[in-house]
């Protein structure tokens, strides 16, 4: 899932250099982390968080094939 956020971010931002993704595990299930440049936040949430919400989109669709819940994080 790392991996699947960290492409699909760099795509969107001007600065993909300071894209970073954290992955972590607990009861829950998967949370992954994304944190970008300042000035690129805008285009990874989009209008009206629909470009967030497209990313949460594919990341739960490609985790329900191995039964696992996933949450996507955007954070400063």
Not at 31 to 53: C, N
């Amino acid at each position: 899932m790392k991996e699947l956020v960290r492409t699909i971010a760099t795509a969107l931002v001007d600065h993909p250099e300071d894209v970073v993704v954290t992955e972590t595990e607990n009861e829950n299930g998967i949370l992954v982390e994304l944190r970008v440049a300042p000035d690129d936040m805008g285009k990874v949430i989009g209008k009206q968080g629909r470009i967030a919400k497209a990313i949460r989109s594919v990341v739960k669709a490609a985790a329900s094939k191995d039964d696992k819940k996933v949450t996507v994080d955007i954070v400063q």
